[in-house]
């Protein structure tokens, strides 16, 4: 299997853990007692959802961004490669 590497700025870093922090956040509301179960479940299925929801575009980003990066690569090596010769 070939490695990728996918470099990340700080603040999509940052992004991404808040997203899925959300999600385990609303998880963690829906399956706790802390608060009365109305407002645990409007609470818990709006944070799950959010961060379900903004991972997406994130995460699209990243791959979409990563396969560019991995193309332009591999067609310098092709250029090089030919460049040898």
Not at 20 to 45: F, H, Y
Not at 60 to 72: F, I, Q, Y
């Amino acid at each position: 299997m070939m490695e990728r590497t996918l470099t990340l700025t700080f603040p999509k870093l940052g992004m991404i853990a808040a997203t899925r922090a959300a999600a385990g956040a609303g998880l963690a509301l829906l399956l706790a007692d802390r608060l009365a179960r109305p407002q645990r479940r409007i609470v818990g299925w709006t944070l799950l959802a959010f961060g379900a929801i903004s991972t997406i575009p994130l995460l699209a980003g990243a791959v979409l961004r990563a396969r560019r990066e991995a193309t332009e690569r591999s067609s310098w090596e092709r250029e090089a490669e030919v460049a040898r010769h």
